[in-house]
């Protein structure tokens, strides 16, 4: 917890001075600080960086977290072990519980939350350069960020290929088979069409490699709602410049910001993500605009209020 992490060497506070070698002290830079350049757009080229933190928040069950997440509640599907569920050559032997799992977490049966819509308003201000994300959810599609914005880095149901012919789909093609519980087949071949969602065994998806390009170019790297575990995906958080502010804005600190001595321009925003999002919405004055875009976005009835 936070009050652990105050009392180490390190980290002498979240808004506080960072201790320097031979008592020297660097100020380290505040929320406040990183909110006032983003609200005076010194920051263009923003890369953002999210794991199944962001959206728990809209009711999709965590992948790992005990008694809650999604590896616990597999045993209905009589895997041989939970994680089987995305290995390849488990699903060419049998898809039938991976399509189960997809009938759950199918785009359309959740909604962006506030995290999503502040990622959202980042782009509409010009200032997102890319957002890097692991879920597999499709919020940040539905949340209105455009595709060539994102890198969806395990993968994304909103397109599909055939496991024998290769042939390409779109998601939405796939959705009816899903929704009855039957496996989609290719009319060409008859073989069986899978998401392009990355399973253990498979390739990276080629866009995840303009990190390559995108991560020397950022001004401002924020990480939310990841335990930056996973790699290479987690490795990408000490892959921009040294000289570059990074806002975490997470439940505990994760990656560098646990193991490495911080920098002065590193910040952490402990606690609730959705909360943690709000104060930084708060301090750059974006708080109505985010509501009113929510508001413009949500399906009728649907809105919730993320006070």
């Known amino acids: 917890m936070l009050e652990s992490r105050l009392n180490s060497p390190r980290w002498t506070g979240v808004r ?53 997440g999604l590896y616990d509640n597999l045993q209905q599907y009589d895997l041989p072990y939970a994680e089987a569920i995305f290995e390849i050559d488990y699903f060419h032997h049998n898809p039938r519980p991976f399509f189960a799992l997809a009938k759950e977490l199918y785009p359309g049966n959740y909604q962006p939350n506030l995290t999503h819509y502040f990622v959202r308003l980042l782009h509409d201000k010009g200032q997102l350069l890319r957002m890097y994300t692991q879920n597999i959810d499709g919020l940040e599609r539905l949340a209105g960020i455009p595709p060539e914005r994102l890198v969806e880095a395990h993968g994304t149901f909103a397109t599909a290929t055939c496991t024998v012919c290769r042939r390409t789909y779109e998601g939405e093609d796939l959705r009816g088979d899903v929704m009855k519980a039957t496996i989609p087949k290719c009319p060409t071949c008859t073989g069986v069409v ?69 920098r002065p321009s590193d910040v952490a925003q402990l606690g609730d993500v959705v909360s943690g999002v709000g104060t930084l919405a708060h301090a750059i004055g974006w708080t109505q605009e985010l509501d009113a875009l929510m508001a413009q976005c949500a399906p009728k009835g649907d809105l919730q209020t993320e006070n």
């Open 194 to 262: 899978k998401p392009d969602i990355v399973f253990f065994g498979e390739e990276l998806p080629h866009h995840f490699f303009k990190y390559i390009q995108d991560f020397p170019l950022a001004d401002l790297l924020i990480i939310m709602g990841t335990s930056l575990e996973v790699e290479p995906f987690a490795s990408l958080a000490a892959a921009v410049r040294s000289s570059v502010p990074r806002l975490l804005i997470n439940r505990d600190l994760v990656g560098p910001f646990a193991w490495a001595t911080p």
């Open 16 to 68: 506080g001075l960072l201790s320097g070698g031979g008592g020297a002290d660097v100020r380290q830079q505040t929320l406040e600080d990183i909110a006032k350049s983003i609200q005076e757009k010194n920051y263009k080229r923003i890369v953002v960086m999210a794991g199944a933190g962001i959206s728990t928040p809209s009711g999709i069950p965590d992948f790992r977290s005990p008694g809650s």
